[in-house]
């Protein structure tokens, strides 16, 4: 079934609304699979509302309205059931990070997951103003603690990493930003404490690494919005 978060984002539209104190806040959906539905923790530590609770501190004019996905969802199960719901929304800014469970479901061919992506991408802006699309690259889960239970090893970082390529790929035709956390992802894995208690998902602290990583690419096309709003 459908995982839909109401809570309390972004991208380019954001110097607007950082700028007039009578705009109305950003309207911010996440798009994804159980990372982003924050699988393993609590909502209120998913990556979506801590990236949005730091452009808030930073002063920008943005709510999380929605977080659409599945524990388990692959492209085409969001391309079916996430994209009907977006329309109603009438979102501002969307965030993309799927395509784990593509590798994991179904060990999906480059061929077959460029061309899903490339639907859902197509889909996803049909539904916002031009590069209000954010996309996010597959984490590496193999080094999780409970990697030796899911018996991929290397596939796994090849078959992301292929994936990841796709992704970068589509995102560089369409001059959309992308966010790569897969070598962040790597790097954290020896380290205490970036794993949920079911030893496959990221911790809350994991999470804000990502943020961490993410946040720079908003207020960087944030600040080139605002010198383009001057010169107007």
């Given at each position: ?8 984002v972004f991208l380019t ?220």
């Amino acid at each position: 079934m459908l995982r839909r978060i109401t809570l309390p984002v972004f991208l380019t539209y954001l110097a607007f609304a950082a700028q007039s104190v009578d705009a109305n806040p950003i309207r911010y959906v996440a798009i994804g699979d159980s990372y982003t539905v924050a699988t393993g923790i609590e909502e209120k530590d998913s990556w979506p509302s801590q990236l949005t609770q730091k452009l808030k501190s930073a002063g920008i004019e943005i709510n999380l309205i929605e977080i659409l996905g599945m524990k388990g969802a692959t492209s085409q199960q969001t391309l079916n059931e996430v994209m009907p719901l977006l329309k109603n929304l009438e979102p501002e800014f969307v965030t993309l990070l799927i395509g784990v469970n593509d590798w994991i479901r179904e060990g999906i061919s480059s061929s077959k997951f460029k061309k899903r992506i490339k639907s859902l991408i197509d889909e996803i802006q049909s539904n916002l103003p031009p590069k209000k699309l954010l996309l996010i690259t597959i984490p590496d889960f193999s080094c999780s603690p409970q990697k030796k239970n899911w018996g991929y090893g290397k596939s796994a970082t090849n078959g992301i990493t292929r994936l990841n390529k796709i992704l970068k790929t589509e995102a560089a035709l369409r001059d959309l930003v992308i966010v790569d956390i897969y070598p962040l992802s790597q790097n954290l894995c020896s380290q205490v404490g970036m794993f949920s208690d079911d030893g496959v998902h990221p911790s809350a602290l994991q999470y804000s690494k990502w943020v961490d990583l993410i946040f720079p690419h908003l207020i960087d096309n944030l600040e080139l919005k605002s010198k383009d709003l001057k010169k107007s």
